[in-house]
């Protein structure tokens, strides 16, 4: 099966199976554009993504036919209820009931959610933790239309949010162990993600706007470039680069500086909220992870260690392709 993570300005596919617990991907596509094809996971460009979408599983020789699609949108609606231990059906109606309820307007909504374990009530009756979320239901119909114009048969339709949990969650990432309280972040050119996950309890996700490309069009600027010229894995953070003089050292020093701010406020939060205890660990993915040293600039500012998520036990991908650029395909395509 087909696992489509598609962002503002990247498109990642993988191709494999997911069983016991270890997802296998026999081929991969990772393509980066200079003009968004979304717009807050609407798409802008229905002919233009047929096209690339087309191509790109054609040039990389991607075999199935099948396809889960992942997006970030803020028109995505979430919520988490305890709910009484039914049966599939009945626990199927009583989430959309209580989320239109949420809702509380007439548009049409997909409704789907995930168990994140058991709880109980004051009268120790067992209830189900449950995290629903809801999507317009044009959007979820623009992509099975998109997947359907390009002869692929749609699967699944999964959001960055719960595509992430699915894949780290209990897993060793870059090989360590042990970790009881770490941030997952993704930053994109428009979106930034910042998870918490715990060993026990469920994860916690918000969604905001990234400075990624107005720090990219401000570096183009003062650089004389187009900001389609800008090569990414030419910005460097490394600790030389930042002490030297200049207005585009300037810009960097800026960026560093609000990635750390909003990261700051997390850790803050995580002392408030998770009874004071520290964060092990940060793992960063998305268009952030193409810049020189970026993690360890941010390992200075934060005092925390930072890392590029590069692996994990859970996902074996083909050799060169790098787990940061598809984190989000991968979880897609687990527990299908």
């Not at 949420?102 to 374990?117: A, F, R, S, T």
């Not at 069009?217 to 600790?239: L, N, Q």
């Not at 680069?241 to 850790?267: M, P, Y």
């Given at each position: ?9 990247t ?22 554009m ?36 992942t997006?970030?949108?803020?028109q ?38 995930i ?9 120790n ?7 629903a ?8 119909d ?14 699944a ?16 990432i ?73 207005i ?7 960026f560093?500086s ?16 998770y ?28 005092n925390i ?32």
């Amino acid at each position: 099966m087909l696992a489509i993570d598609i962002c503002s300005k990247t498109v990642s596919i993988i191709d494999g199976i997911y069983s016991n617990g270890l997802l296998r991907a026999s081929n991969c596509a990772h393509v980066e554009m200079k003009n968004d094809i979304t717009n807050d996971g609407v798409i802008t460009d229905n002919t233009g993504l047929s096209i690339l979408l087309s191509n790109l599983i054609r040039e990389n020789g991607l075999k199935s036919r099948t396809a889960a699609v992942t997006i970030n949108t803020s028109q995505l609606v979430s919520r988490d209820f305890d709910f009484p231990a039914l049966k599939v059906d009945m626990l199927n109606q009583l989430v959309r009931t209580e989320m239109l309820q949420v809702l509380g307007i007439d548009k049409e909504y997909g409704v789907d959610y995930i168990i994140n374990g058991d709880t109980a009530d004051t009268e120790n009756n067992r209830l189900l933790s449950v995290r629903a979320y809801a999507l317009p239901k044009t959007l979820i119909d623009s992509y099975y239309q998109l997947l359907k114009d390009i002869h692929i048969s749609p699967v699944a339709m999964d959001i960055h949010a719960n595509s992430i949990v699915k894949l780290l969650r209990g897993a060793k990432i870059n090989n360590n162990q042990n970790e009881d309280l770490f941030l997952a972040v993704y930053i994109g050119n428009t979106t930034m993600e910042v998870n918490v996950f715990q060993k026990s309890g469920v994860p916690f996700s918000r969604l905001m706007v990234s400075p990624m490309d107005d720090f990219i069009k401000e570096y183009a600027a003062v650089s004389r470039k187009d900001v389609s010229e800008v090569s990414y894995s030419e910005i460097a953070f490394t600790e030389a680069a930042l002490e030297e003089d200049g207005i585009s050292v300037e810009i960097k020093r800026g960026f560093l500086s609000r990635i750390t701010d909003e990261l700051q406020r997390f850790v803050q939060f995580v002392l408030n909220n998770y009874s004071g205890r520290n964060i092990s660990r940060i793992y960063l993915f998305g268009a952030i992870a193409r810049f020189q040293n970026f993690e360890t600039a941010l390992t200075g500012q934060l005092n925390i260690p930072v890392e590029i998520l590069n692996s994990t036990q859970n996902v074996i991908l083909p050799a060169g392709n790098k787990l940061n650029n598809y984190a989000h395909a991968a979880g897609a395509l687990m527990r299908l």
